[in-house]
Structure formats: structure tokens, C-alpha cells
């Protein structure tokens, strides 16, 4: 089975700080995504990538970055943390045409 | 522009009874389907998928059933457990060339005794 690891189930940030989010897998898929999931709006794509050092911009990049230096890991960074970001963030992984497979989720708190 | 839709955010069903969950898309241009189901702090996971050259898929108590033209899709589950109370998403993409799926906001199920 796949394994896609978050690095933290739970972190809370101070406004204005930067925030690293990490996410590794271990089953060499070339596509990893971030999403954010908030009530009643669903898993929102942020943004994705189909390979190392390629990346595309989602539905709402607004105040994030991502890197994916190697295949098996892909983070996800808010560059000035903002209360509005509060959020769970969800990472997956796919390959083909098989739909994905998931992290457990980070739920950030941003006071 | 929310382009697949989840019109009911929770569904209350006895257990041994069907659950019906409902998803409506507005692209013609989706060919596959998936949902997903999604137990609190943890990730969702992959229950079952549709190819839009068929119009039911059933695997065990969960089928899906696609209405390419009415653009909707729902799943069945019969017969509900309590163990299948979870937030349901549905989920779909186009072409063969990419990955990314769009998903809907989400059926909260809960299956009560």
C-alpha cells in the first residue's frame, strides 16, 4: 500500500509566521496535490505537482508556495501565516488514472 | 464556480436501511468519477469510481450509478452500517492527460441504530 506521511496531525502558528507543511511518500507516484478541506467548501485544490521541480497552481494558491525538490516529498508554505488559513490540509499522491491516496491531514491553527 | 456539487450536507439513515448520497457536475468534459469517504482526522479514502462509458458500478453494499445526461451521479450503500457514518465526497476529472480532481463539498452520513 501507498503511504503518504504528514509530517505534524496538528500545529498551531502565531499571524506572520512561516509555516512549512511536509508531505513524503513512499511509492514513487510522480503527482503529489495539497488541498485544504473547510466546512460546508469541500477539499480545495491549492496546488499540485506531475514531477520534481515542476509545479502548477490549483484553485487557491493566494499565500502559499510549494517545493518538490525530490520525488518523494512535496511541502507545502505559507508565507505569512494569516488567520484565514486556518485549516485542515490534506496531501495526496496518484499515478494514472486511479484516483488518489491521501495523508492523514494537518490541522493548522493560526492565532 | 463550483463545478461538482454536494446539494445535501447531511443524511440522517437507520441502519440496514439504503443511504442515498447525490452529486450533481456542470462539466461535460468530466469522464471519471470517484468518492470518497472521510472519517474525522484522517484522510479521505477511496471507496469507488465510475468510468463514464458505464452507468453503474458496484462493489460489495456500495454501488454508483451515473446519469450522464441529467450531468449526476449518486451512491448507494445498502445495507448501512454505523460503522459507514462519515463524510462523503464525490469527485471527478477530466481527460486522460491529467490527474487533478475537483471535488464536491461533501455528505455528512450518519447511520443510527
Known amino acids: 500500500d501507498v503511504k503518504v506521511t504528514q509530517s505534524s496531525r496538528y500545529l498551531v502558528k502565531r499571524t506572520g509566521e512561516k509555516v512549512f507543511l511536509e508531505c513524503v511518500q513512499d511509492m514513487d507516484h510522480e503527482n503529489m496535490f495539497w488541498y485544504r478541506q473547510d466546512p460546508g467548501l469541500g477539499l480545495r485544490l491549492i496546488y499540485f505537482?506531475?514531477?520534481?521541480?515542476?509545479?502548477e497552481k490549483g484553485d487557491i494558491p493566494e499565500g502559499y508556495s510549494v517545493s518538490r525538490e525530490k520525488k518523494e516529498r512535496f511541502s507545502l508554505i505559507l508565507e505569512s501565516a494569516s488567520t484565514n488559513q486556518t485549516s485542515m490540509y490534506l496531501c495526496?499522491?496518484?499515478?494514472?488514472?486511479?484516483?488518489?491516496?491521501f495523508g492523514s491531514g494537518t490541522r493548522l491553527t493560526v492565532v | 464556480d463550483q463545478q461538482v456539487k454536494q446539494n445535501s450536507p447531511s443524511l440522517s439513515v437507520q441502519e440496514g436501511r439504503i443511504s442515498i448520497l447525490n452529486c450533481d457536475y456542470t462539466n461535460s468534459m468530466f469522464d471519471y468519477f470517484l468518492w470518497y469517504k472521510k472519517y474525522p482526522a484522517e484522510g479521505p479514502t477511496f471507496l469507488i469510481s465510475?468510468?463514464?462509458?458505464?452507468d453503474k458500478n458496484e462493489d460489495g453494499r456500495f454501488t454508483v450509478f451515473l446519469n450522464k445526461s441529467a450531468k449526476h451521479l449518486s451512491l448507494h450503500i445498502v445495507p448501512s452500517q454505523p460503522g459507514d457514518s462519515a463524510v462523503y465526497f464525490c469527485a471527478a476529472k477530466s481527460g486522460a492527460t491529467t490527474d487533478k480532481l475537483i471535488f464536491g463539498t461533501g455528505t455528512r452520513l450518519q447511520v443510527f441504530p
Open positions: 505537482s506531475y514531477d520534481v521541480k515542476m509545479k
Open positions: 495526496a499522491t496518484s499515478r494514472g488514472n486511479y484516483g488518489y491516496t
Open positions: 465510475i468510468s463514464s462509458i458505464k
